[in-house]
Antibody, heavy 114, light 111 residues
Framework: EVQLVESGGGLVQPGGSLRLSCAAS????????MHWVRQAPGKGLVWVSA????????IYADSVKGRFTISRDNAKNTLYLQMNSLRADDTAVYYC???????WGQGTLVTVSS | DVVMTQSPLSLPVTLGQPASISCRSS???????????LHWFQQRPGQSPRRLIY???NRDSGVPDRFSGSGSGTDFTLKISRVEAEDVGVYYC????????FGQGTKVEIK
């Protein structure tokens, strides 16, 4: 059974940093692109970032480019999202998803507030 | 950038009646490989999104056959033949032809 479990969310002050993790199981993680998608409270889904299976290519939405870094450890079957220079409008539930968005995690809430 | 526009944004439906959601893209979603990467998702209240339809019209495993997808080019539709109570939620289209962009979402509720 495919499982994606996000962790690392929490309350952080504006300008702060946070690292999210997504632990994957039930499939060959190292062969799939992976995504991060976010959803602000009461709002819609927004694609954030993606990484190729071997880590050789990364893509970011303009809204996070230069502030967020996606990475992965295929030996640990884990996807990461390093978030720096956080702003209030980064407040959202962050989901990881498989390459074709056929599997999603339960999400982890990031709140940016002073 | 590809912009995805859904309509309506709110859809009150009577149980047992059909429902239809439109999704339009700002440019053709036909990829150079010939595939149209347009997908549909359901997000029930308090839950993670769930993919219902991939590549325009292919139903995911376990998705009831009352859900169907159609369309081509820039114009796509999700139809629910007879709405049931469990269909309440927000529905999103997603294009994956040129990077990835979600539509704004359509909230389906029971009248």
């Amino acid at each position: 059974e495919v499982q994606l479990v996000e962790s690392g969310g929490g309350l952080v002050q504006p300008g702060g940093s946070l690292r999210l993790s997504c632990a994957a199981s039930g499939f060959t993680f190292s062969t799939y692109w992976m995504h991060w998608v976010r959803q602000a409270p009461g709002k819609g889904l927004v694609w954030v970032s993606a990484m190729k299976s071997d880590g050789s290519r990364t893509i970011y939405a303009d809204s996070v480019k230069g502030r967020f870094t996606i990475s992965r450890d295929n030996a640990k079957n884990t996807l990461y999202l390093q978030m720096n220079s956080l702003r209030a409008d980064d407040t959202a539930v962050y989901y990881c998803a498989t390459d074709r968005f056929d599997y999603w995690g339960q999400g982890t809430l990031v709140t940016v507030s002073s | 950038d590809v912009v995805m526009t859904q309509s309506p944004l709110s859809l009150p439906v009577t149980l047992g009646q059909p429902a239809s959601i439109s999704c339009r893209s700002s440019q053709s979603l036909v990829h150079s490989d010939g595939t149209t990467y347009l997908h549909w998702f359901q997000q029930r209240p308090g839950q993670s999104p769930r993919r219902l339809i991939y590549e325009v019209s292919n139903r995911d495993s376990g998705v009831p056959d009352r859900f169907s997808g159609s369309g081509s080019g820039t114009d796509f539709t999700l139809k629910i033949s007879r709405v049931e109570a469990e269909d309440v939620g927000v529905y999103y289209c997603l294009q994956g032809t040129q990077l990835w962009t979600f539509g704004q979402g359509t909230k389906v509720e029971i009248k």
